[in-house]
């Protein structure tokens, strides 16, 4: 029996209701009683974790506009009606109506439980199919956000799918150009949030004496030039996320202010004594290292550890150089498309230099020079090819592209090591040892 599942009796007859809570009590099945169909509308929302087991005759709303309206919410739920003597073609028609099935009254404590086992059984699967598939999904659509293949981008994916829909702060790591403000995006169109705001706020990118203003908005006159109330951007991210990029650079006197916020859940604007309430996640992102700078009194460690509840690391190019093709390819489709020409071939001169190229911009810069390429010009100037063949050994980069194309054979053929090895036209057991060495099986 899965514990987590629990039975709601839906019966205005405290005896009987008691009744049937203790016979499921002695089986160890767990269970909630209500007196009233709109005590259990306002207990069951989406994906109910359990069944009901309700009374037909009820007092205001009955047992059968319950059903009804259970099943208008969620039609997987399964719904059981007690019914009186001389009701039981009412019932019957009820199970035409989705109902899981029907007790006559009087009816035994093992009828009871014997109902129930059943139809928590099948809720259980229910919501474990329901759960495969909401897991597949984020992973389905994550793979279409978070590109790579490499062990580092699945591990990232996995992780932004498990704290994704929950209330904590996120501190995202990451070299200029790496993508964490669309790893906070993916953190927030994965969370209960999603419908509302997600603000984003440069902090390296603001001059001090706007800061205030910004961040935390202010009131009509409140300083020179403020002509009118201005909503700052913790209040516009309200149900929603607010993401502090580069957030080393805020000043350490409004690393305070937004720890008050964080702490106490309201802000005063500027020039105004009136509390206002907010509830907004915080994703924050640096290129430092906000331990080493906290321990130099650079940041305030109590705000630091406020957002870093959640560490996600996002590694640089460099170093996840199986990933370089991928994305290449992914952004030359896009850049193509939208300057509407077809995509060009690449050429063998062109990956040796992707592959061998450092990235000091990561992904950004990749994608810059995916728009070059698509654009009919060099991917790299002449300069920077030179610059590139130089910052990787001749064979750390055949060792990435061949790792790269092992990847990608093994995906196609499912992990079938003959397919894989008649698709790349090498022997089976040289194929294995290159699986082996670098850890792809």
């Known amino acids: 029996m899965n514990t987590e599942l629990t039975v709601l009796i839906v019966e205005d007859d405290p005896h009987v209701l008691l009744g049937c809570q203790q016979a499921l009590a002695l089986e160890d099945i767990h269970s909630q009683g209500v007196g009233s169909a709109e005590e259990a509308l306002a207990l069951v929302g989406d994906n109910f974790a359990g069944i009901v087991i309700s009374d037909i005759r009820l007092p205001g709303i009955d047992g059968l506009e319950l059903l009804k309206r259970l099943k208008e919410r969620d039609r997987t739920l399964p719904v059981v009606l007690i019914t009186g003597h001389g009701d039981v073609s009412m019932a019957v028609g009820a199970m035409r109506d989705g109902a899981y099935d029907f007790m006559e ?3 035994s404590p093992e009828r009871l439980v014997d109902v129930a086992r059943r139809a928590l059984e099948q809720r259980g699967l229910a919501r474990e199919v329901w759960s495969l598939r909401r897991q597949l999904a984020e992973r389905d659509s994550l793979e279409g956000k978070i590109i790579g293949r490499s062990a580092a981008m699945q591990n ?6 498990n704290v994704a829909d929950t209330s904590a702060n996120v501190l995202i790591e990451g070299e200029t150009g790496t993508g964490k403000e669309l790893v906070a995006r993916c953190l927030h169109d994965f969370s ?4 509302s705001q997600f603000v984003a706020l440069n902090c390296g ?6 800061f205030e203003s910004e961040i935390f908005g202010h009131e009509a006159n409140a300083f020179t030039g403020a002509g009118k109330r201005r909503i700052g951007k913790i209040e516009h991210a309200h149900n ?9 650079s805020m000043p350490i006197n409004l690393q305070i202010k937004l720890l008050r916020v964080l702490q106490e859940r309201t802000l ?26 906290s321990k130099a009194s650079q940041f305030r460690s109590d705000l630091y550890y406020r957002l870093n509840v959640v560490t996600l690391e996002l590694p640089p190019l460099r170093e996840r150089r199986e990933d370089i093709l991928q994305l290449f390819e992914h952004f030359l489709q896009l850049s193509s498309l939208r300057f509407d020409r077809e995509p060009p071939q690449l050429d063998p001169q062109t990956m040796s230099a992707l592959m061998s190229h450092d990235w000091p911009g990561n992904v950004r810069e990749l994608r810059n ?8 010009l060099p991917a790299f100037k002449k300069s920077g090819l030179t610059a590139a063949s130089q910052s990787l050994g001749f064979s750390e980069a055949v060792e990435a592209f061949e790792k790269n194309l092992l990847t990608e054979a093994l995906q196609r053929s ?16 040289t194929l294995f040892d290159k699986v082996k060495k670098y850890g792809l099986g």
Do not use: W
Not at 156 to 161: E, K, M, P, V
Not at 192 to 195: F, G, K, L, P, S
């Open 192 to 195: 209960r949030r999603h419908a």
């Open 369 to 376: 020079v995916a728009e070059r390429y698509a654009l009919g």
């Open 205 to 210: 990118g603001l001059p001090e004496n706007l």
């Open 156 to 161: 990232l994916r996995a992780l932004i799918a």
């Open 268 to 293: 005063e604007r500027l020039g105004s004594n009136q509390s206002v309430a907010v509830d907004c996640r915080v994703i924050a992102a640096t290129k430092s290292d906000l331990d080493e700078l």
């Open 414 to 429: 499912g992990g079938n090591l003959s397919q894989a090895s008649h698709e790349l036209g090498m022997a089976k057991t």
């Open 240 to 248: 929603g996320t607010l993401f502090l990029d580069e957030v080393e």
């Open 105 to 107: 009254k009087p009816f």
